[in-house]
């Protein structure tokens, strides 16, 4: 998951979330003891789903879970963190900073404010929303042979079942479920991934502004872009 030259990044932006990522409420006090196991390693097998050389946006990326984790196991990627909120996106910029990552870009704003504005290879997310919603602010960033790549728990399929009208509106090939880190971890981490279902006939946006709802959770305002 991490070659021997990133690990020791790995560990700095461990110690950053289990200090920093605490203080600022970003991570709970409890976490901080398996941060490891729960939340660097597990982010860390998602990218064996995400192609070589992606361009990838972490949507609601909080403490950079999973896209700073991303960068940091893989250089070869870059990474956009979407993220409304001034406090995290402060955290995420002194973690960008402190790390070196000079391919990972911090956005503060939601990620409907990017639609038809930015294509991604890969747009990821982790504990955002229900499948549904996640399609909706996701998908008008998926580029024409890219595919939204989330973290899900137990209830994916049941979101799947749930998010079927949303799917055939945006015109998405059927999800894909994955089971990532198996046999490596000593929990797997589950993934599903969505495609376009005709690629060739994917226009920017998919969704028009008046079918989709708010993004994440933070006020509209202005959005500011840093090249890192």
Do not use: Q
Request: aromatic fraction near 4%; hydrophobic fraction near 45%.
């Amino acid at each position: 998951m991490f070659a021997s030259g990133r690990l020791p990044l790995a560990e700095r932006y461990a110690a950053l979330l289990a200090t920093d990522g605490v203080l600022r409420g970003l991570i709970g006090p409890r976490e901080a003891p398996r941060l490891w196991t729960r939340h660097v390693l597990n982010c860390a097998v998602l990218g064996e789903w995400v192609p070589e050389g992606a361009a990838v946006a972490d949507i609601g990326s909080g403490a950079g879970l999973p896209g700073i984790v991303l960068a940091v196991a893989r250089p070869d990627l870059s990474v956009t963190l979407i993220e409304p909120l001034l406090r995290r996106t402060t955290f995420l910029t002194e973690v960008v900073e402190t790390l070196g990552l000079d391919r990972v870009e911090v956005v503060r704003g939601r990620a409907d404010a990017l639609h038809g504005t930015r294509r991604f290879d890969v747009v990821t997310s982790r504990a955002v929303a229900p499948l549904g919603r996640l399609l909706e602010w996701s998908m008008p960033l998926v580029d024409a042979r890219g595919a939204l790549v989330a973290m899900k728990g137990a209830t994916v399929h049941e979101e799947i079942v749930e998010a079927e009208p949303v799917l055939r509106r945006l015109g998405c090939a059927p999800p894909e479920v994955r089971e990532l880190g198996v046999g490596v971890l000593a929990e797997s981490t589950g993934a599903v991934r969505v495609s376009w279902a005709d690629p060739a006939s994917v226009s920017w946006p998919p969704a028009t502004a008046a079918d989709a709802p708010r993004g994440p959770a933070g006020k509209r305002g202005r959005s500011s872009r840093k090249r890192r």
